[in-house]
């Protein structure tokens, strides 16, 4: 596997709350990945929601586009990873999980990957590894030496509990987002 890591310029797209540090573009066998780093700080009011029992929810999505000098670049790839982080009292563990559709009740909670972890620092550093999301084929990507990719990542503040999300308009505790658009390289596997 062979992958680059972009670091992040100081000019990059980011909104109050998160930084997208590193983008990487990854070929293997069975296909093409996005990897990224993002850098936030959890506010103090959000924290206080989770202690509650309160779960919150991150999206991380990238696409992937093909440049043509004759119309707009079209879209040859892209993924959406959803991640829900929420505090287990009785355990007095904190519980994320990671599925590739939205985690809506119970239902989205059946495909999905669960890993506990014993801190907040220690969920909340998982979050901020956005590993090996799966842009697509190989063949659908193209062979461009170079791919134009946009990531974002943000706090999904509509899939918190009704109170929650009109308490949350306008207040920018909860505007944790950041959004990048770069040329990657994607060097093939030796």
Same mark, same amino acid.
């Given at each position: 596997?062979?992958?680059?890591?972009?670091?992040?310029?100081?000019?990059?797209?980011?909104?109050?709350?998160?930084?997208?540090?590193?983008?990487?573009?990854?070929?293997?066998?069975?296909?093409?990945?996005?990897?990224?780093?993002?850098?936030? $700080?959890?506010?103090?009011?959000?924290?206080?929601?989770?202690?509650?029992?309160?779960?919150?929810?991150?999206?991380?999505?990238?696409?992937?586009?093909? $440049?043509?000098?004759?119309?707009?670049?079209?879209?040859?790839?892209?993924?959406?990873?959803? =991640?829900?982080?929420?505090?287990?009292?009785?355990?007095?563990?904190?519980?994320?999980?990671?599925?590739?559709?939205?985690?809506?009740?119970?239902?989205g909670l059946g495909i999905s990957l669960n890993q506990n972890f014993d801190t907040l620092?220690?969920?909340?550093?998982?979050?901020?590894?956005?590993?090996? =999301?799966?842009?697509?084929?190989?063949?659908?990507?193209?062979?461009?030496?170079?791919?134009?990719?946009?990531?974002?990542?943000?706090?999904?503040?509509?899939?918190?509990?009704?109170?929650?999300?009109?308490?949350?308009?306008?207040?920018?505790?909860?505007?944790?987002?950041?959004?990048?658009?770069?040329?990657?390289?994607?060097?093939?596997?030796?």
């Open positions: 596997m062979w992958a680059a890591w972009l670091p992040a310029p100081a000019a990059a797209q980011n909104r109050p709350g998160a930084s997208i540090t590193q983008m990487r573009l990854e070929q293997a066998d069975d296909g093409v990945y996005l990897g990224a780093a993002v850098q936030f $700080e959890l506010p103090s009011l959000v924290e206080e929601v989770l202690d509650k029992g309160i779960a919150i929810y991150f999206v991380a999505e990238a696409e992937v586009y093909q $440049e043509r000098w004759y119309w707009a670049d079209r879209k040859v790839g892209q993924v959406a990873r959803h =991640m829900r982080l929420a505090y287990q009292p009785l355990t007095r563990r904190w519980r994320l999980n990671v599925s590739p559709v939205p985690i809506t009740g119970a239902a620092a220690d969920a909340l550093d998982a979050i901020k590894r956005v590993g090996r =999301m799966r842009l697509g084929d190989v063949n659908e990507i193209g062979d461009d030496p170079l791919h134009q990719v946009t990531f974002r990542f943000r706090l999904d503040t509509s899939q918190l509990p009704r109170p929650f999300q009109i308490g949350v308009v306008g207040q920018a505790d909860w505007n944790i987002s950041a959004e990048r658009t770069a040329r990657l390289a994607l060097e093939k596997q030796r």
